[in-house]
């Protein structure tokens, strides 16, 4: 055993209190021969004692080893009081707040932290935890706090805390991200099999899409058979984003049978079962995740997601509601992006603009900034498709500003992405390239180069405005094979999943070409998909109207009356005359 896990000695202790003394004793062996190399007993008086109990038995045990005196020189220990805290009982509530941040119970895990903070103030640690705790609820202002807190107190912990706060404190910005990834590789050149140093490595590996170097860090996890469900669905989601989905399944399938239930584990199930359009097997196990936590948002969205999908879209409504219905604000910037592309797949285009407005100034108050950019983006997005792309490009200037101050570069992408497209509903061709160019400038300066199917996708449709369709089909491949599988982050709020907006580009190509059986292949293609056409419902119900034409003008009569008949029951509230509408009822009446 000794041989396989890589370990040279054993250190056993034993610890013993009588009145108000503590007692340590230790005992360190060889570990192939079981030969005792040397003993140390240490006491003190108090809880407070402990910790410099614990320095004086590090300071004995190191002189066994009999290092050389270069050895001891860059030996990286530090006093345990000062790099940590020098109180036991700021530590004990630190350690019971963990044990609820790993449940996902993060309100209990932030009072802990609380009271572990106002003993010690000094306990980097502790505000580490509680900036990321505050994070997931949804509250950005104080996580944005904790986050600096823990930062400007990274000097006072062990050099293993200071990577881990170092690449928490950078992984939140894109423009930082490549430090974060350094600080995490600086980690694991110390502790090669640190738990939370691969984690994150892999997550941050994950944003820019390498899922292969991702995967070779959690998988490490694994084999070490840690218990922290982080690596599980971490690498589940990675597996999904190659379009792996049975091993994603088989890895959270795992962690249930050999450790313990989970409410992320059952996320990401049910996830998985989605993307798949396994509903029935979704919601049973969204239910089973919300039974573990009903508070945690990711399990409500993602309840509201499963029935968007399967159709059932009055109680999506009522899940997304739910959202708006929590005490967490940043919780409702999800809440109210989820109702407005609810109400685009109704074509109930002013709604949505209306939900969509009420967010307007929320991500201000919550501390993200750079969120407002994409609620003026998603509403610039239904200008463009009422007929009205002055008002869009309006609102797209507001989303570049705000993304700027945000630091949002995701978003600055976007804006060009979109921007660009509205030129061309306005034929304005040149302006249109321009917004190209920039936007290919942008991306080969960031650490994602991935990013650039945006631009191929804007390219592809200036070439099929000039009716270039050859071209116009290689640049929409190309954008394609750049985009990961459908694998949307529950909690992700953006302009979602491409794949309904990239296909509907190949496929209107494939129609104007004159394709037929291509373009229908393509819309199928469309109606196929989950989470990948979540944020463009205009696009999927669409595609029930163009596929009508198409089965219409290749003389399938019960195609089309079929297609224009799923086409106006989606659309059977939508906003007064949306000329797909007129048209479609007039064809079917025709027919």
Not at 179 to 193: G, R, T, V, W
Not at 228 to 234: A, I, K, L, T, V
Not at 494 to 501: K, M
Request: glycine share 6%.
């Amino acid at each position: 055993m000794a041989v396989r896990g890589r370990v040279n000695h054993i250190l056993q202790g034993t610890y013993a209190k009588a009145g108000e003394t503590f007692r340590i004793n230790t005992l360190l062996q060889e570990a192939g021969t079981g030969e005792l190399i040397g003993s140390e007993s240490v006491e003190g008086e108090g809880e407070e004692s402990i910790f410099s109990m614990v320095d004086e038995l590090t300071r004995r045990i190191k002189k066994n080893f009999r290092l050389s005196a270069e050895e001891i020189a860059s030996d990286i220990d530090k006093a345990v009081g000062k790099i940590t805290t020098s109180s036991a009982e700021a530590y004990k509530y630190y350690s019971e707040g963990r044990k609820y941040f790993i449940k996902a119970e993060h309100r209990k895990s932030i009072q802990l932290m609380e009271k572990a903070v106002a003993i010690d103030p000094e306990f980097a640690m502790a505000y580490r935890s509680m900036f990321i705790a505050y994070e997931r609820i949804g509250n950005y202002s104080e996580s944005r706090k904790y986050r600096q807190k823990a930062f400007e107190l990274r000097d006072r912990v062990s050099d293993r805390e200071r990577y881990y706060i170092e690449g928490s404190f950078y992984y939140r910005s894109e423009k930082t991200r490549d430090k974060a990834i350094e600080a995490y590789e600086k980690l694991l050149q110390l502790y090669p099999e640190d738990l939370i140093g691969n984690n994150n490595v892999a997550v941050s590996y994950n944003s820019l899409e390498q899922w292969d170097k991702a995967i070779k860090r959690l998988e490490l996890l694994i084999q070490n058979k840690d218990e922290s469900s982080f690596p599980y669905f971490n690498l589940a989601y990675t597996y999904m984003a190659k379009g792996l989905y049975d091993k994603a399944r088989k890895i959270l399938e795992y962690y249930l049978d050999n450790f313990t239930d989970n409410t992320y584990i059952r996320n990401w199930l049910a996830m998985n079962h989605l993307c798949q359009r396994r509903y029935d097997l979704a919601l049973a196990e969204v239910d089973k995740a919300l039974s573990l936590n009903p508070a945690l948002s990711d399990n409500i969205v993602l309840k509201g997601d499963i029935y968007h999908c399967r159709g059932d879209l009055v109680k999506s409504e009522r899940e997304y509601q739910k959202l708006l219905e929590t005490e967490e604000q940043g919780v409702h910037l999800v809440g109210l992006d989820k109702l407005g592309v609810l109400y685009l797949l109704q074509g109930k285009l002013e709604e949505s603009k209306s939900r969509l407005k009420q967010g307007i100034e929320l991500p201000k108050k919550v501390g993200r900034i750079g969120w407002k950019s994409g609620f003026h983006l998603t509403l610039g997005y239904m200008h463009l498709k009422s007929g009205s792309p002055r008002e869009a490009l309006e609102e797209y200037k507001k989303a570049w500003d705000s993304a700027v101050e945000g630091g949002r570069l995701d978003w600055q992408r976007a804006v060009l992405h979109f921007r660009g497209l509205t030129y061309l509903e306005m034929n304005a061709i040149d302006e249109a390239q321009k917004a190209a160019d920039e936007l290919k400038e942008m991306i080969e300066k960031g650490i994602n180069r991935k990013n650039i199917r945006y631009y191929h996708h804007l390219k592809g449709n200036i070439e099929l405005k000039r009716e270039n369709f050859s071209k116009a089909m290689e640049y929409f491949k190309e954008a394609m094979s750049l985009l990961p599988s459908q694998s949307l982050l529950p909690s992700q709020w953006d302009l979602g999943d491409y794949h309904a907006l990239f296909i509907d580009s190949l496929a209107l190509t494939y129609y104007r070409a004159g394709d037929l059986d291509k373009a229908r292949e393509e819309y199928g293609k469309i109606l196929s998909l989950t989470t990948g056409r979540l944020h463009y419902g205009d696009i999927y119900a669409k595609s029930f109207y163009m596929l009508a034409k198409i089965y219409e003008e290749k003389g399938w009569k019960g195609k089309a009356i079929e297609h224009y008949e799923k086409f106006l029951d989606l659309w059977k509230a939508a906003d007064p005359g949306i000329p797909e509408v007129e048209y479609a009822k007039k064809r079917l009446a025709a027919l």
